[in-house]
């Protein structure tokens, strides 16, 4: 078997505890309930006994716990391949990767027939973003153990991320089947549910996970009930994102910020509205000022969700949209959110991708224009300047594609977010010795879904490189990405802003996972 050593390097000691969303967060996080060091006494060094009580802790949501039982197991009988994969699928859920490669993989190494190494091994790559060594792990695994539940999850996500829908159910169910009972497989089952419009069968998975998951914390349970009531609102409907009129539109935006501000239609009222085209959010979102002038009244609520900003947390509203136009397009029947703003009121919604997902859609920084286009429809041929990226969905619906930073050897996971005016890097990235130079004495202000945050540092970035284009002395801020990391699935380390994207003339192709970038600015002292 080949060495995944090189998938680790110093650098990504930072994938220790990332979490939950871009611009706003409708996933939820574990408690961990209080546990009594003495209580760790009371239990045999028996290591059978001792992986026994970890396991009931682990069910329970106490990491914490269950690691210090686990750890025990582990030094009582230090060749026991169960007990060190046990800990490192433990080390996995707490997002401590680096622990959980360096106790798995001497097992996977040591015996390559091991199923449940193999798939440990692939969890915790995949968690990292090494998606072909993780395939490679989770179909050795499923080859020598066919009902081997983990791997057949990984490919099911992994399908996810790379926009296999199908695929990805088709996988989740092998997994659901092998291990009915599993809370996170029926969690994942029930976001790809969603993501294929199967609203009704999304809402049955998240209801058998919260029977399956009976210990989860109060505030996470009324998040997931508020979802499952919205599911089956949407389940209800016929069809959702029906696009009408013309095959192809093309509009003028506005670019304040570095954001492009586009106009458009709700609900047949011939008012234009300002809305931010943001790629960095699954769903559209409207607020709670517009929504109660054009008497948009909430579906359903869901507790609390977690943001970037203020005090990090607001409420989970859902709407529902009769119809939005853009140009000569219409796309009718439109789930979005609904909630406060923290900007000066001109701007009255977000354009998420899933209401442009069923375009090929043009955002050209140059011309300041916007063209949806529909599928089918006459497509313009690329030239050699144009270069193709494959990007990658995350679990909370945003697109990620691979990025490299000068000083940094290993390719990092960046959101691309025409949504946010500058880019970003992650505190742990900022951390790192090589970012040390560009440090710069300016902070700023972030305004968040959440609130906003006052004195962010800020790093000048010497080189930003995405496919073949690169943009030099690129402003970056460093923001704690744990909540975006949460709901992501695998590891994002920054994201990739309007500074950078302004640059350019890029097309989303979303059914096949594509962003093609085209320069507009041909400044020589800024790219390459």
Not at 139 to 146: G, L, T
Not at 251 to 274: A, M, Q, S
Not at 465 to 476: D, P, Q
Request: proline content about 4%; overall charge neutral.
């Amino acid at each position: 078997m080949k060495s995944y050593a090189a998938a680790f390097s110093p650098l990504f000691h930072p994938f220790r505890s990332r979490r939950a969303s871009l611009f706003f967060i409708v996933t939820t996080l574990i408690a961990f309930p209080a546990f009594a060091a003495d209580d760790v006494q009371q239990v045999s060094e028996n290591p059978k006994a001792l992986i026994k009580r970890a396991e009931k802790l682990f069910r329970r949501g106490d990491l914490t716990g269950a690691e210090a039982y686990f750890k025990r197991a582990v030094d009582a009988r230090p060749n026991d391949a169960e007990a060190k994969l046990k800990l490192a699928y433990l080390y996995v859920k707490m997002r401590r990767l680096v622990e959980a490669y360096e106790l798995s993989f001497p097992v996977v190494k040591a015996d390559p027939k091991n199923a449940h190494a193999s798939a440990v091994v692939g969890a915790t790559l995949l968690s990292a973003g090494r998606f072909r060594d993780a395939r490679l792990l989770f179909v050795n695994a499923i080859r020598h153990e066919n009902d081997e539940a983990l791997a057949w999850a990984g490919l099911g996500m992994l399908e996810f991320y790379e926009n296999n829908i199908d695929e990805s159910l088709k996988n989740l169910q092998e997994a659901v089947f092998y291990e009915p009972l599993e809370p996170d497989y029926l969690f994942v089952l029930a976001q790809v549910s969603a993501r294929a419009e199967k609203y009704n069968d999304a809402a049955k998975a998240y209801e058998d996970f919260l029977r399956a998951s009976r210990n989860e914390d109060d505030e996470r349970r009324a998040r997931i009930k508020g979802l499952i009531n919205f599911l089956r609102f949407l389940g209800n409907k016929q069809s959702l994102y029906q696009t009408g009129g013309a095959d192809r539109t093309e509009v003028k935006f506005d670019l304040v910020g570095n954001r492009p501000i586009i106009k458009l239609r709700v609900n047949g009222r011939p008012e234009p509205l300002n809305f931010v085209l943001d790629t960095g959010s699954g769903i559209s979102v409207i607020s709670d000022e517009t929504a109660r002038a054009l008497k948009i009244k909430p579906i359903t609520k869901g507790g609390m969700a977690k943001g970037i900003g203020g005090d990090g947390q607001f409420e989970i509203v859902y709407g529902f949209l009769r119809d939005v136009g853009i140009g000569d397009v219409v796309v009718r029947s439109v789930p979005v959110y609904i909630r406060k703003f923290h900007s000066d009121g001109k701007i009255h919604g977000y354009i998420g991708l899933s209401l442009i997902s069923k375009f090929l859609t043009t955002v050209d920084y140059g011309a300041q224009t916007f063209t949806l286009q529909k599928r089918g429809s006459f497509v313009e041929p690329l030239n050699a300047a144009t270069l193709s990226v494959p990007l990658r969905l995350t679990s909370s619906g945003f697109l990620s594609g691979e990025v490299q930073l000068e000083g940094i050897e290993e390719p990092l996971n960046f959101i691309v977010d025409t949504g946010a005016s500058v880019s970003v890097i992650s505190s742990d990235i900022a951390t790192h010795n090589s970012m040390a130079p560009y440090a710069q004495e300016e902070r700023m202000r972030v305004i968040g879904a959440a609130g906003i945050t006052e004195d962010v540092p800020s790093f000048l970035l010497p080189k930003v490189t995405m496919g073949n284009h690169s943009r030099k002395s690129i402003t970056a801020i460093a923001l704690n990405l744990d909540l975006i990391n949460e709901a992501s699935g695998f590891e994002q380390a920054g994201i990739l802003g309007g500074n950078f994207l302004k640059n350019y003339r890029m097309t989303f192709d979303f059914q096949n996972s594509k962003l093609t970038f085209v320069s507009v600015n041909t400044d020589p002292d800024k790219q390459e």
